[in-house]
Nanobody, 123 residues
Framework: QVQLVESGGGSVRAGERLRLSCAASGRAFTTYTMGWFRQAPGKEREFLVAIDTSGSRTYYENSANQRFAASRDNAQNTVYLQMNKLKPEDTAEYYC????????????????WGQGTQVTVSS
């Protein structure tokens, strides 16, 4: 299995950039597809982007915001979410997650989850 710890959240102004990190522990990290999700108060969990085991492919669904880009550094056991041109509506708690299967935006299929990190964007 894998344990996930996020960092990089905080409060920023609209238009700024923010990079979230998800540090993973576990020998099998490189076998996991990684995904990023967010959830705002009173709203459903939203899939953002997934990245495959090697980092060579990413996956977005139709409603995904491509201002957000995923990458991974398997040598450092870390996955990143680069968020550009942030807007107040991006305010949410952001989660990274891992699954043993392939690329997916279906949150119940992800087996392991980070603790979440809050991102607040002010106008």
């Amino acid at each position: 299995q894998v344990q996930l710890v996020e960092s990089g959240g905080g409060s920023v102004r609209a238009g700024e950039r923010l990079r979230l990190s998800c540090a993973a522990s576990g020998r099998a990290f490189t076998t996991y597809t990684m995904g990023w999700f967010r959830q705002a108060p009173g709203k459903e969990r939203e899939f953002l982007v997934a990245i495959d085991t090697s980092g060579s492919r990413t996956y977005y669904e139709n409603s995904a915001n491509q201002r957000f880009a995923a990458s991974r550094d398997n040598a450092q056991n870390t996955v990143y979410l680069q968020m550009n041109k942030l807007k107040p509506e991006d305010t949410a708690e952001y989660y990274c997650a891992a699954r043993g299967g392939g690329l997916s935006g279906n949150w119940p299929s992800y087996e392991y989850w980070g603790q979440g990190t809050q991102v607040t964007v002010s106008s």
